[in-house]
């Protein structure tokens, strides 16, 4: 569905998309993960076609996106990071103009208008302006009119920034509904539970390079050790050395997190040398670990 090799994207001397290589296959989830800044909502409009490519090839439903963009265009769903519903229309308008966009019959558009309502929950809201709505009904609403006319690819640019934890699992289950009925996604999230939930594969980005790749369980095994040990000791002053007991040690502001293959041998271990921390977790490894091991926990500009 997707493949680029070498992709680039500069604007004047920034490098935004730093030659990277990846390939999406059809009727997959395919996921863009990385810190603000590094290249995924750039990426994103390439594969678009709104942003000219800088260098290296980028293929999108096997055709040229500078040469087919119209073409390509006409195949694809997108839902951008921020909503741009049409606030004059109500619910139900915004998906039938946005179907005479391209082009679809009005018995069609009708068809699909009642069918995506009734998918996305907003069937009784057909009628009502788009103010009306909440942050999670715009998203749901948005992700409607974006498979009016049925698209082979779905593009979701940070598709559940800003909603609640209720708004979020909604929006998950109609993703995960889309991909049942074969629809191909491609999004971009910085919410690791997302990605573990809703992607097949993915990418971690981290300043315009593609730093790992693969399935969120073949990434943990990869790069990070089994569970996590958290102890906190209260204060940061007289925090004991603790580097020996693990295979990794990072020493936090407000506790130490210690990778192993076991934590509880590790947790027996700290208490055999008479240390009593404040508070003890221990857990599994997470797809979140993995991306600050290879990121790194300072925040970039």
């Known amino acids: 569905m997707i493949e680029a090799q070498g992709l680039t994207k500069r604007y004047d001397e920034v490098v935004a998309v730093d030659g990277i290589d990846f390939a999406v296959e059809r009727g997959e989830t395919f996921g ?3 810190p603000n800044g590094a290249g995924k909502s750039s990426t994103m409009r390439m594969i ?16 040229d996106p500078q040469a087919d963009g119209p073409a390509i265009r006409q195949r694809l769903g997108v839902v951008p990071q921020e909503d741009n519903l049409d606030l004059e229309l109500n619910v139900g308008e915004n998906l039938q103009v946005y179907g005479r966009f391209f082009g679809l019959p009005r018995d069609v558009i009708a068809r699909r208008t009642s069918e995506l309502l009734d998918f996305v929950q907003l069937a009784d809201r057909r009628d009502a302006k788009v103010d009306s709505l909440s942050g999670g009904m715009k998203r749901r609403l948005t992700i409607a009119r974006a498979l009016v006319a049925t698209p082979e690819l779905l593009l979701l640019d940070e598709p559940t920034t800003g909603l609640d934890p209720q708004a979020r699992h909604a929006l998950w289950d109609r993703l995960y509904r889309l991909k049942q009925e074969g629809v191909t996604l491609v ?3 910085h919410y690791m539970d997302e990605a573990e939930q809703l ?12 730093v790992a790749e693969g399935s969120p369980r073949e990434l943990i095994d990869r790069h990070v050790e089994r569970e996590m040990v958290e102890l906190r000791f209260g204060t940061q002053n007289g925090v004991p050395p603790l580097g020996d007991l693990g295979d990794h ?20 271990a700290v208490h055999a040398r008479g240390l009593r921390p404040d508070t003890v977790l221990v857990r599994r490894a997470t797809l979140e670990d993995v991306f600050l091991r290879l990121t790194g926990r300072t925040l970039v500009d």
């Open 32 to 34: 863009f993960l990385g």
């Open 187 to 189: 999004l971009t999230t």
């Open 48 to 63: 678009g076609t709104v942003s000219p490519v800088s260098g290296g090839t980028l293929r999108v439903l096997g055709r």
């Open 249 to 268: 040690v990072e020493v936090l502001q407000d506790r130490i997190v210690i990778g192993a293959a076991d934590g509880d041998a590790v947790v027996d």
């Open 199 to 210: 992607c097949d594969r993915l990418v971690i980005m981290d300043r315009a390079k593609i």
